[in-house]
């Protein structure tokens, strides 16, 4: 078989037989850089798409914001200064990625 032929040659203690060795090395080699290049090719594959999920993501939080913001607007005439402070509170969570204000104690 193949295989075999491949083999023997390569345990062959002659000049044909470390040129096959030499060959086969060769052949490893390429395959090996071959392989660190698809690597890296699929390593910039995903850090683009973590940066388009992150861009996907913010502008999520922004449509989410400007929702918000618009139920303060159309409800504020009947929404208490708790209510408006916790939904002020969720707003600049979703824009700033922190909670800014100290809400008061939950209350009925």
Do not use: H, W
């Not at 083999?7 to 060959?23: F, H, I, S, T």
């Not at 071959?34 to 995903?46: C, N, T």
């Not at 939904?87 to 909670?99: C, S, V, Y």
């Amino acid at each position: 078989s193949i295989d075999m032929a491949k083999e023997l040659a390569m345990v062959e203690n002659n000049d044909k037989g470390r040129e096959v060795r030499r060959y086969f090395i060769k052949c490893e080699k390429s395959l090996r850089a071959g392989v660190e290049i698809l690597a890296a090719k699929d390593a910039e594959k995903m850090r683009q798409r973590a940066r388009l999920l992150d861009i996907m993501n913010r502008n999520a939080r922004t449509r989410q914001a400007r929702m918000l913001k618009f139920v303060v607007e159309f409800f504020k005439e009947i929404l208490s200064d708790v209510s408006l402070l916790a939904i002020a509170d969720e707003i600049l969570l979703l824009t700033a990625g922190k909670r800014l204000v100290d809400l008061p104690a939950e209350t009925e």
